[in-house]
């Protein structure tokens, strides 16, 4: 049970050089089954920090969120596979021909150099975006409406899953059905500060309520002692999991 909490546990290597992701890498890949690699590292350290996490055994979470035209994310998105991420990301609003010539051109290219797909994820509306923010863009509809609406054109393009807040999976468990992916942010087990984080889930909740994989930063990073946070959380995953 411990070995499939790991699977479901994230962590967001917020950090800006190679050598304090690489100390995290160190410290935390016994607990952790992947390290989320985002536009800040990626951008400074590029490829060999995906490298990196790899040799050490570790699951990378490429967190680039894609949005261009389908045929420069399909590209985008086979490159994510040629350096062996496990999961990688898109935002859904790039729309269905993006997210389905993903797939495509992924499918195809892993067949190929018999390679498992990376778990494929789209964003829906960003949680910093408010109504206001789309209105803004000429989104003229609630976003409790347009999360699940571009879950499910997620589903539809053959992607694996979402990322979403908390707040929001049980609204996409029911619009997609089971065998779908939810990531989420934004979680913070009892122990911790909430830092910025303003409508937060514990990890058992986020479970509870249907989220596959949980991504967990500062509960982690900023605790005493983060290798025994990363237990703590693992064994409130797995003891949310045995609930099912
Ligand atoms: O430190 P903390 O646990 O808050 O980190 C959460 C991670 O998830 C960060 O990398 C943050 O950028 C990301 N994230 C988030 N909320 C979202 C989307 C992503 O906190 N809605």
């Known amino acids: 049970m411990m070995e499939e909490a ?4 994230i962590f967001a290597l917020d950090v800006d050089s190679f050598e304090k992701a690489q100390e995290w890498v160190e410290l935390l890949h016994q607990q952790v089954g992947l390290f989320k690699v985002g536009k800040q590292l990626f951008t400074r350290c590029g490829p060999r920090v995906v490298e990196m996490i790899r040799e050490r055994g570790a699951d990378v979470f490429l967190d680039l969120k894609y949005h261009d035209i389908p045929n420069t994310v399909a590209k985008a998105g086979v490159e994510a596979c040629r350096l062996g ?20 051109e992924v499918d195809a290219w892993c067949q190929q150099h018999n390679q498992p797909r990376p778990i494929m994820l789209a964003v829906t509306i960003l949680t910093s975006s408010t109504e206001e923010t789309l209105r803004g863009v000429g ?5 409790a409406e347009m999360v699940p609406r571009l879950a499910e054109l997620t589903k ?4 694996d899953g979402v990322v979403a807040s908390p707040k929001e999976v049980a609204l996409i468990r029911a619009a997609c059905g089971d065998d779908f992916a939810i990531v989420t942010p934004g979680v913070r087990p009892s122990f911790a500060a909430m830092d910025d984080q303003k409508r937060v889930t514990t990890p058992a909740e986020a479970i509870a309520a249907g989220a596959s994989h949980l991504v967990v930063g500062r509960p982690i ?7 025994a946070a990363a237990r703590l959380i693992l064994e409130e995953i797995a003891g949310a999991l045995n609930l099912k």
């Open 85 to 104: 991420v496990g999961m990688f990301n898109v935002h859904a609003l790039g729309g269905l021909e993006m997210m389905q010539k993903t797939v495509e």
């Open 139 to 143: 989104i003229d509809r609630p976003v």
């Open 6 to 9: 790991r699977k479901r546990l």
């Open 221 to 227: 990073s900023a605790a005493a002692d983060p290798a």
């Open 156 to 159: 539809l393009a053959g992607f």
